[in-house]
């Protein structure tokens, strides 16, 4: 390969330049948080040139932004193919409680970076129509198996237990999990007074 194809691969004609650097920048903040997000860290690790993130990106919100999008797209994407594999008569409540589990157990490093993103909207703005969005295709989905507020409250129950779950120590058990979206799906037992 010549350097002239190889400029041509990796220049003004390398479609998936910008895709890269958002890819780099969600890696980014997984390795060294949001306060470690540069231009320069970023380049080195999608291996372009510095310019190239300023060209795609001229602002920290501006990668920032792309990766909460993407990263927002990553995790809608994985739970849809969780919600397609379910079957009609699934325990919802046990399905969600598995999949909290599953996030921390398998995918930690993912929901830490995811967020770290979504976290950030708080104190920048920009941000914010994107973490939204994830809201609500959150609370789509989970209203798809139950009603739209339900939905709403499983969502904001299993953003929550997330997070909760990553930092406590000792983290609850899947059975504590799976008990509190039973009351949120069911609602509390009935007892009835004699």
């Not at 008569?89 to 996030?103: G, H, I, Q, R, T």
């Not at 779950?165 to 999990?177: I, K, R, Y």
Request: hydrophobic share 45%; with cysteine; glycine share 6%.
């Amino acid at each position: 390969m010549t350097s002239g194809t190889s400029r041509a691969r990796r220049g003004p004609n390398d479609p998936d330049r910008r895709a890269r650097i958002a890819r780099a920048a969600i890696e980014v903040v997984g390795e060294r948080g949001i306060d470690g997000l540069t231009h320069r860290a970023v380049a080195a690790t999608a291996g372009v040139p510095l310019g190239s993130t300023t060209y795609h990106f001229s602002t920290l919100d501006d990668l920032l932004a792309v990766a909460l999008e993407q990263a927002a797209a990553a995790n809608v994407e994985r739970l849809q193919t969780w919600a397609a594999s379910l079957s009609p008569d699934e325990d919802f409540a046990v399905a969600l409680a598995n999949l909290v589990m599953s996030y921390l157990r398998d995918e930690q490093s993912s929901t830490v970076v995811e967020y770290d993103l979504y976290v950030a909207a708080l104190h920048r703005p920009r941000l914010r129509p994107a973490s939204a969005a994830w809201d609500e295709a959150l609370v789509d989905l989970f209203g798809s198996w139950t009603d739209p507020l339900t939905g709403r409250m499983l969502a904001g129950l299993f953003c929550g237990l997330l997070i909760q779950t990553a930092l406590a120590d000792p983290a609850p058990s899947a059975d504590e999990v799976e008990a509190l979206f039973r009351r949120a799906v069911h609602g509390p037992a009935r007892v009835r007074k004699l």
